[in-house]
C-alpha cells in the first residue's frame, strides 16, 4: 500500500499495486489457524489479515477511479484538477465483486464559488 497506493500515486503503480493485493487476497483466502474461534489469537489474525486486504483493495480500486489529483489524492500522472462537474467514488458489494461508481456531488448549502456568507443560515439546533 506505502509503494504503490500511497499519497504520490500514478496508473501503474495502482494497476501493479492492485494486482498485488489479490495476489494476498488468493494466500489469505487459503489460511487457517487451528483450535477453535473462542480466545483463538491465530483465528483473529487471520481474519484481520483478510479484512485489511479487502480495505487495500477498495482503496486501491477508488484511486484508480479518481483519474485527476484532488486534494491529499496526488497523481503523478495527472497532476492537474479537472474541471468541471465534481463527483465522489462509491463503492458497493454486488456478488463477490466490487462495484465502483461516481456520483455527482450534492452540494447542500454551499455550491463552488458561493460565499458562505451569502449561503442561507444554517440552524444547528434543528
Same mark, same amino acid.
Given at each position: 500500500?506505502w509503494e504503490?497506493i500511497g499519497? =504520490?500515486r500514478?496508473g501503474?503503480?495502482? &494497476?501493479?499495486?492492485?494486482?498485488?493485493?489479490? +495476489?494476498?487476497?488468493e494466500r489469505a483466502?487459503r489460511a *487457517? &489457524?487451528g483450535?477453535?474461534r473462542a480466545?483463538?489469537?491465530?483465528?483473529q489474525n487471520?481474519?484481520?489479515?483478510?479484512?485489511?486486504?479487502a480495505?487495500a483493495?477498495?482503496?486501491? *480500486? +477508488?484511486a484508480?477511479? *479518481?483519474d485527476?489529483? =484532488?486534494?491529499?489524492?496526488? =497523481?503523478?500522472?495527472i497532476?492537474?484538477?479537472k474541471q468541471?462537474?465534481?463527483y465522489n467514488?462509491?463503492i458497493?458489494? =454486488?456478488?463477490?465483486?466490487a462495484?465502483?461508481e *461516481?456520483?455527482?456531488v450534492?452540494?447542500?448549502r454551499v455550491?463552488?464559488?458561493e460565499?458562505l &456568507?451569502a449561503a442561507?443560515?444554517?440552524?444547528f439546533?434543528?
Amino acid at each position: 500500500m506505502w509503494e504503490k497506493i500511497g499519497l =504520490r500515486r500514478n496508473g501503474s503503480d495502482l &494497476a501493479a499495486g492492485l494486482e498485488e493485493i489479490a +495476489s494476498l487476497g488468493e494466500r489469505a483466502a487459503r489460511a *487457517r &489457524a487451528g483450535g477453535g474461534r473462542a480466545y483463538n489469537i491465530a483465528w483473529q489474525n487471520v481474519l484481520d489479515v483478510c479484512n485489511q486486504i479487502a480495505v487495500a483493495e477498495l482503496i486501491a *480500486r +477508488s484511486a484508480i477511479e *479518481r483519474d485527476e489529483s =484532488r486534494g491529499s489524492h496526488y =497523481r503523478d500522472d495527472i497532476p492537474e484538477q479537472k474541471q468541471g462537474a465534481l463527483y465522489n467514488v462509491f463503492i458497493s458489494k =454486488r456478488g463477490e465483486k466490487a462495484a465502483v461508481e *461516481r456520483r455527482p456531488v450534492r452540494f447542500t448549502r454551499v455550491k463552488p464559488g458561493e460565499e458562505l &456568507a451569502a449561503a442561507e443560515p444554517v440552524n444547528f439546533m434543528d
